[in-house]
């Protein structure tokens, strides 16, 4: 992903995921999300929002963790 392109998808995702995030909000972007940090990027400091929701919410933070472990697997062939 080039910087122009992740910094475009930043940008939507603040935009998307400004002040309160709940479960819908964070569904949207999640499967984005979990690709950035799958690569490296920090939830924390992209996103703090979506970070606050999936430390408080059990459904989207599994989730968020099955789409990583997926991401993952294929990274390592294993998919």
Known sequence: ???QTLSQLVDDIYSAH?????CERCDEQM????E???AGYDCQLM??????HLNC???????????????????A???
């Open 36 to 38: 950035l940090v799958s």
């Open 18 to 22: 400004a002040g309160q995030v709940d």
């Open 57 to 75: 919410c059990p459904t989207c933070r599994e989730t968020f963790k099955a789409l990583l472990k997926i991401l993952d697997a294929q990274q």
């Open 31 to 34: 499967d984005c999300l979990a």
């Open 47 to 52: 996103v703090p929002a979506v970070q606050a």
């Open 1 to 3: 992903m080039d910087k």
């Open 77 to 79: 062939g294993q998919v």
